[in-house]
């Protein structure tokens, strides 16, 4: 939308039961804020209607801008509106300037009145004033759903598997039963001191044998349905780059989904843009004579920078003839601790340069093995 000198701009601040929504008018001094009921989108359409004000034939409606900030929300409002005609920006949160003077007062009203005065300046051409989300369609954020899960389901199995072992640490046992012979398993166990388990502790880990039988099943029928989606849709761009990253030795299945629906299914300029989306971009320190670079900012998709961290480690491990494997070594030798750490986050970086130039051109990292078709 070009910005235009009649332009009507609108924020909403949205919250779990009342939407604040504030407007100001082309060439008003001051705004004015409206309260509906969080979720009543009559009312929220409603309001919008009333801005546009009835005009002669041969004048053209004031247009209306509105924004509103990225949250639990998600996007269902942005499409709502833009399907009403009505532009409408979603605002990177963390990406707006804020007075750094000490404690800062914080109500609605100030927010929505910040939230105007960014889309004012936005729209008059100053992009630097905040980031603005890039909304996904509604296909590409339902592609997101089975790894986002699966992720979830993995950190409950975690979570389960240390609890078990943790109540038979409390009676001196340092392993876990086997889950394909678990009654057997269980009945034979002793405790350190050389009694049988309690009866209402041996129930209890049965229970949460069964709550982690049950998350085990729930992530193999994902693995499934994950497949099933790449074999019925193979031409589909993001399925293609799906299956070429899984031809690399070291990428497994879930890797290569998380890389391609979170990342690489977006457009990117340039490799800069690319690490600063994943916030694997470093932060530079520049003052008179000082001038390097600090730690990443770690602004960016945080699934996707974790999933590439721990893709470093294993690229180390599956491709120890590459030149990332053989640039890491040179760097970092024999040592350990936070050096080794540090390093394998600017490997990252470059991996994840390296794996979407082979999504976007095919080229192969170098010295990288790839299975056979």
Known sequence: MSFQSNTTLVALELSNSVWLVGTRSAGAQKSRM??????????????????????????DTAPVACCFEAGRDGFWIHRLLTEHGIATYVVEPTSILVNRRAKRAKTDRLDAEGLLRVLGAYLA?????????????????????????????????????????????TQGIRSRPSLRNWE??????????????????????????RRLGLVLDLIRELDAERDEVLATAPNDPVTSKITALRSIYGVGDNF??????????????????????????????????????????????ARARKTLVQ???????????????????????????????????????????????????????????????
Not at 42 to 48: G, K, M, Q, V
Not at 184 to 209: C, F, Q, S, V, Y
């Open 34 to 59: 409206h309260r509906i009921s969080a979720g009543d989108t009559a009312a929220l359409l409603a309001l919008f209607e009333g801005l546009r004000p009835k005009q002669r034939a041969s004048e």
């Open 184 to 209: 057997r398993d269980l009945a034979a166990l002793e405790t350190g001191d050389g009694r049988k388990l309690p009866p209402r502790l041996a129930a209890e880990i049965n229970r949460l044998r």
């Open 125 to 169: 051409g100053d992009n630097q004033i905040c980031s603005m989300v890039q909304v996904p369609t509604p296909d590409e954020e339902d592609g997101k759903r089975i790894h986002r899960e699966r992720e979830h389901l993995v950190q409950d199995r975690t979570r389960l598997e240390n609890r078990i072992l943790a109540l038979f640490a």
């Open 256 to 301: 290569a989904a998380v890389l391609a629906r979170e990342v690489f299914y977006r457009p990117f300029g340039n490799r800069k843009q690319l690490a600063s989306y994943v916030g694997l971009a470093p932060m530079p320190h520049q003052s008179g004579d000082m001038d390097r670079d600090r730690r990443i900012g770690r602004a960016g998709n």
């Open 311 to 373: 893709l470093a480690w294993l690229w180390l491990r599956y491709q120890p003839e590459s030149e990332l494997s053989a640039w890491f070594r040179q760097r970092v030798g024999k040592l350990q601790g936070r050096t080794r750490r540090i390093a394998i986050v600017a490997m990252a970086r470059k991996l994840l340069i390296a794996l979407w130039r082979f999504t976007e051109t095919g080229e192969i990292p170098v010295g990288s093995t790839v299975r056979a078709a």
